[in-house]
Nanobody, 117 residues
Framework: QVQLVESGGGLVQPGGSLRLSCAAS????????MGWYRQAPGKQRELVAT???????NYADSVKGRFTISRDNAKNTVNLQMNSLKPEDTTVYYC???????????WGQGTQVTVSS
């Protein structure tokens, strides 16, 4: 069981950068998968980037080369560095944790990212 709290969202201009953080209530070193997802109104939640406990990463094609997921086990934090932001990136971003393969998902409350000029 884990609680997740996202932060770092905000309003930026196209081409700008944001760094999202997900703070977990417990050690993340043994959590199978941590990741970032996004969900626009009226659409289903989609993968942005994930990282497993063995440091395997997976990125959506739309963010490859622009976004980077990282984890700081000492701080129990997962980050998402977002560069070269586009208006299409505008939506709510959620942190996710799956403790074990096939287990239940835990989600944060979400943080709003708006890319607009």
């Amino acid at each position: 069981q884990v609680q997740l709290v996202e932060s770092g969202g905000g309003l930026v201009q196209p081409g700008g950068s944001l760094r999202l953080s997900c703070a977990a209530s417990r050690s993340i070193s043994s959590i199978y998968l941590m990741g970032w997802y996004r969900q626009a109104p009226g659409k289903q939640r989609e993968l942005v980037a994930t990282m497993t406990s063995s440091s395997n990463t997976n990125y959506a094609d739309s963010v490859k080369g622009r976004f980077t997921i990282s984890r700081d086990n000492a701080k129990n934090t997962v980050n998402l560095q977002m560069n070269s932001l586009k208006p299409e990136d505008t939506t709510v971003y959620y942190c996710r944790a799956r403790l074990v393969p096939g287990g239940s998902d835990y989600w944060g409350q979400g943080t709003q990212v708006t890319v607009s000029s």
